[in-house]
């Protein structure tokens, strides 16, 4: 099997590097931002308090460019090439504990984060991928259905219970409302790659994307807010890439490796990558707390 690597996958990569570390920097700026507040944890008045906070508009300005740089990577590559590598997040989401808040590390952290960088470097060696065009309309059906019905299930749980279960569940529901919105984004490129940006207002992807966008994001800030980071991130991080993998096999048709030798290689460093990055985040502080001076920013 050839290991060249063409040219949009080496842009697919960086972008989706940049994705990841433009979503560490958001959602740690905003869960910083909506667990600050000592007089406002609900209501109108808390979301006023959101608007005024200069992290929380931080963080919406990164997730922007996640976006873009997502949009970006997903219309070069494949799925199951470019959310992989979102993992990576947590590793930055560390470094930025350690170099912005001044947190200690512990050494477990470290070489966790290690191993989840190189086990997703030996995903990427071990894999080629077949990605398919646009499918049809149809095809969208059961997998959306799916991932739909399952996220609803999962906001029902996670409206009582500890704060660490509810945040762990609603990230949940965001990883699988991320997932699907990724295939809607790829779906999205397609059209436009196609039909250019006035084709893609009369498409029915680009209005998808809208509702499973602010369904997520309704899921995201909900998880930052009622827990830990730990537990909300750790949701997201490990299951937005196999439901990403999942979805690219089933709609797309993506698939990952040119021999089961090959594919066995990057389903095992897959695993390992994601079980390091579940240790790295168990091994990481559970709150904010800065240990050189306030990480917020006060209006």
Request: aromatic share 10%.
């Amino acid at each position: 099997m050839t290991r060249s690597v063409a040219l949009h996958d080496v842009i697919a990569i960086v972008c989706a590097l940049l994705t990841a570390f433009a979503n560490g920097l958001g959602v740690t700026a905003q869960h910083i931002a909506s667990t600050s507040s000592t007089k406002h944890k609900s209501g109108w008045r808390f979301v006023v308090f959101l608007l005024h906070h200069p992290l929380w508009l931080v963080g919406w300005i990164a997730m922007g460019g996640s976006l873009l740089f997502q949009s970006l990577a997903l219309h070069f590559a494949a799925m199951s090439l470019v959310q992989p590598l979102l993992v990576f997040e947590l590793v930055l989401a560390l470094a930025l504990r350690r170099v912005w808040l001044g947190q200690v590390v512990a050494p477990r952290a470290w070489t966790a984060s290690l191993l989840t960088a190189v086990s997703l470097g030996v995903f990427l060696f071990a894999t080629t991928r077949a990605s398919g065009s646009s499918v049809h309309v149809l095809r969208w059906f059961a997998p959306s259905a799916w991932c739909v019905a399952a996220v609803v299930i999962l906001v029902l749980c996670a409206l009582k219970g500890a704060p660490g279960r509810r945040a762990a569940l609603f990230g949940t529901a965001t990883a699988l409302l991320w997932a699907l919105e990724a295939a809607y984004i790829k779906e999205c490129t397609d059209v436009i790659s196609r039909f250019g940006y006035a084709g893609l207002l009369t498409r029915w992807p680009f209005y998808a994307f809208i509702v499973c966008g602010v369904a997520g994001l309704f899921c995201e800030q909900t998880a930052l807010h009622v827990g830990p980071l730990r537990s909300s991130q750790t949701a997201i991080v490990i299951v937005d890439p196999i439901v990403s993998v999942l979805l690219g096999a089933w709609i797309f048709g993506e698939r990952l490796g040119g021999s089961w030798n090959w594919r066995i290689v990057a389903v095992g460093a897959l695993v390992v990558a994601l079980i390091s990055a579940g240790v790295l985040i168990q091994s990481t502080p559970d709150n904010m707390e800065s240990t050189i001076g306030p990480p917020s920013i006060h209006t």
